[in-house]
Nanobody, 121 residues
Framework: QVQLVESGGGLVEAGGSLRLSCVTSRRVYSINAMGWYRQAPGKQRELVATITSGGSATYSGSMKGRFTISRDNAKNTVYLQMNSLKPEDTAVYYC???????????????WGQGTQVTVSS
């Protein structure tokens, strides 16, 4: 069983920055797309950004220009650099990855447990 382990969340003042990380719990055969989503209290989970194995990134409109997604394929890790944070960015942030594990030919989607980001005004 593969888990995605997130880190880097916390409390920050408006205008500040945080860097989230997400890594697989063990070695895997391959990882396709990776992404970050977030869910604020009382709201549905929404897409933040995704990145392909080749490094092509897409962003949700409200985060574009402030957030940067990147990945290190050698470390099975995806990052989310968040700058100019606003109180409305407060949410639980989840990473997501399409993974193929050793010994299996199918791809499966995995989610992290979430990391809390709180932006104070």
């Amino acid at each position: 069983q593969v888990q995605l382990v997130e880190s880097g969340g916390g409390l920050v003042e408006a205008g500040g920055s945080l860097r989230l990380s997400c890594v697989t719990s063990r070695r895997v055969y391959s990882i396709n797309a990776m992404g970050w989503y977030r869910q604020a209290p009382g709201k549905q989970r929404e897409l933040v950004a995704t990145i392909t194995s080749g490094g092509s990134a897409t962003y949700s409109g409200s985060m574009k220009g402030r957030f940067t997604i990147s990945r290190d394929n050698a470390k099975n890790t995806v990052y989310l650099q968040m700058n100019s944070l606003k109180p409305e960015d407060t949410a639980v942030y989840y990473c997501d990855a399409e993974v193929r594990v050793y010994g299996f030919s199918l791809w499966s989607e995995y989610w992290g447990q979430g990391t809390q980001v709180t932006v104070s005004s």
